[in-house]
């Protein structure tokens, strides 16, 4: 896991799009069809430290994504499309 970097920020829509898709096949279409966040969005995240990516070999482009909001700053949900993790940020 990483800071997500300026040059992360466009492909982190299409990661958040693909999470999206899994609600389809709940019946939950409104949910897939959400438009994700923007690069705007998404660049306020990255300048607070709140856009973390998950890349396999560094500087490639990122596996998923963590964009923590400020509320949810201290749960430990942390989600990406079919997989889930512990808080392994801090460790």
Do not use: K
């Not at 389809?24 to 949910?31: F, H, I, P, S, T």
């Not at 490639?60 to 512990?86: F, N």
Request: hydrophobic share 45%.
């Amino acid at each position: 896991m990483r800071l997500a970097r300026l040059e992360d920020l466009a492909a982190l829509s299409d990661v958040e799009r693909a999470a999206g898709a899994a609600f389809r096949e709940l019946g939950m279409a409104a949910v897939a069809d959400d438009e994700p966040a923007t690069v705007e969005a998404m660049l306020t995240y990255q300048r607070d430290g709140r856009a973390w990516v998950d890349a396999d070999v560094p500087d490639q482009l990122p596996a998923g994504l963590r964009r923590i909001r400020e509320h949810e700053a201290e749960l430990g949900l942390d989600t990406w499309p079919r997989v889930a993790m512990r808080r392994a940020l801090t460790d």
